[in-house]
T-cell receptor, first 112, second 110 residues
Framework: SQTIHQWPATLVQPVGSPLSLECTVEGTSNPNLYWYRQAAGRGLQLLFYSVGIGQISSEVPQNLSASRPQDRQFILSSKKLLLSDSGFYLC???????????FGPGTRLLVL | KQEVTQIPAALSVPEGENLVLNCSFTDSAIYNLQWFRQDPGKGLTSLLLIQSSQREQTSGRLNASLDKSSGRSTLYIAASQPGDSATYLCAVIGTYKYIFGTGTRLKVLA
């Protein structure tokens, strides 16, 4: 069976500091991978998706970037965090060619 | 551009009541629709997934319906319990993308 991991679970960072959130999937190959954000009082919004190693599509302009250095690893990064980057970040995966996505446990980020 | 709206934004009911949560979407060209539950500070728990060719799905006390032509889905919860208290999200599923509503925050009072 497949499992998805995210870490850390919670993160408190000062404004201007760098960020790296990691997501890994086990038990499958060539998954599509996704990053979503849930800001306070707002719905979940797709930030990035990837259909393969090194292939990243961005949905909204922002202070964040994503990378996929390995088949089952998806990383969300920032060089300098803003207060507005605070939120709940969810990683998800899907089988290649299928629409149903499976969500990780999430990372709660607080930027102070 | 697809927009997903959930009404009401918040709902408080006494235990035992049957209730209906609503989800509407503007573009009927969807693959599927999925309902989730989110507990405070937690991730998403999938409740029901309705494929575009289906009209409803049932799981225990939950029943979800889908009417693509009118851009509507409802989640029916029978005999509500305090443990049902959570935020309920619907998501319209398209190519490479889930588009979520902002959720209905449900509180079931004992």
């Amino acid at each position: 069976s497949q499992t998805i991991h995210q870490w850390p679970a919670t993160l408190v960072q000062p404004v201007g500091s760098p960020l790296s959130l990691e997501c890994t999937v086990e038990g499958t190959s060539n998954p599509n991978l996704y990053w979503y954000r849930q800001a306070a009082g707002r719905g979940l919004q797709l930030l990035f998706y990837s259909v393969g190693i090194g292939q990243i599509s961005s949905e909204v302009p922002q202070n964040l970037s994503a990378s996929r250095p390995q088949d089952r690893q998806f990383i969300l990064s920032s060089k300098k965090l803003l207060l507005s980057d605070s939120g709940f970040y969810l990683c998800a995966w899907s089988f290649r060619g299928q629409e149903t996505q499976y969500f990780g446990p999430g990372t709660r980020l607080l930027v102070l | 551009k697809q927009e997903v709206t959930q009404i009401p934004a918040a709902l408080s009911v006494p235990e035992g009541e049957n209730l209906v949560l609503n989800c509407s979407f503007t573009d009927s060209a969807i693959y599927n629709l999925q309902w989730f539950r989110q507990d405070p500070g937690k991730g998403l728990t999938s409740l029901l997934l309705i494929q575009s060719s289906q009209r409803e799905q049932t799981s225990g006390r939950l029943n979800a319906s889908l009417d693509k032509s009118s851009g509507r889905s409802t989640l029916y919860i029978a005999a509500s319990q305090p443990g049902d208290s959570a935020t309920y999200l619907c998501a319209v599923i398209g190519t490479y993308k889930y588009i979520f509503g902002t959720g209905t925050r449900l509180k079931v009072l004992a």
